[in-house]
């Protein structure tokens, strides 16, 4: 596995439970002489330290209404919602279906504000860095003037959708193979 892939995906395990109130137990099968192994040690570590650093987040949370996203799960304490961001899609982080208005947010681990912009539809969180600032999981603490609810349904309900034409496509676009068999690789099995 690549390097911190098995950290997220444990920060990723207890954000879950956290998110409905719940515990984590985590299993370590130790070696035969009863020692711990350095991997699980390394692991346990990084992921004791993000905890510490992401504390409120996890700890003593209530249960959170919030639960879609495509790279991020959620927790939350009163009024503050914790977005925990899996996959850092860069300078521009998104909320979509926030229904409760959002006062202030910032960086958890670091106290940093971050910038944002909400409508009827979403909230984006703006002017962030191009890369992670925490791992293996960034947390974003949205402050809400009231317990956060999402509602994607009436996203997809009611936002707009633009109306893009067909996309086009020139002959001279694809490099066909004699026996009609791959366009550039791709297996067309052509009858």
């Known amino acids: 596995m690549m390097p911190g892939r098995l950290q997220r995906l444990s920060v990723r395990n207890l954000v879950y439970c956290a998110h409905d109130a719940g515990n984590y137990l985590l ?29 409120e987040s996890i700890h003593t949370q209530d249960r959170c209404q919030p639960h879609r996203s495509n790279y991020a799960g959620f927790t939350r304490k009163g009024n503050t919602l914790y977005m925990h961001v899996y996959f850092w899609p860069g300078e521009t982080v998104s ?29 984006r969180f703006t002017g962030l860095p191009a890369e992670a600032p925490d791992q293996p999981v960034t947390t974003i603490a949205i402050d809400c003037e009231s317990e956060p609810v999402q509602d994607t349904d009436f996203v997809r309900r009611e936002r707009p959708r633009n109306n893009f034409e067909p996309a086009q496509f020139e002959p001279a676009h694809f490099e066909l193979a004699r026996n009609c068999n791959s366009v550039r690789g791709f297996d067309l099995r052509c009858a």
């Open 27 to 55: 299993n370590i099968g130790p070696k035969a002489d009863g020692s711990i192994p350095e991997e699980s040690v390394r692991i346990l570590t990084e992921v004791g330290q993000w905890t510490s650093r992401n504390a």
């Open 95 to 123: 909320l979509a279906g926030l229904k409760t208005g959002v006062k202030s947010a910032r960086l958890l681990a670091s106290g940093q504000q971050v910038k944002f912009q909400q409508d009827r539809f979403r909230v």
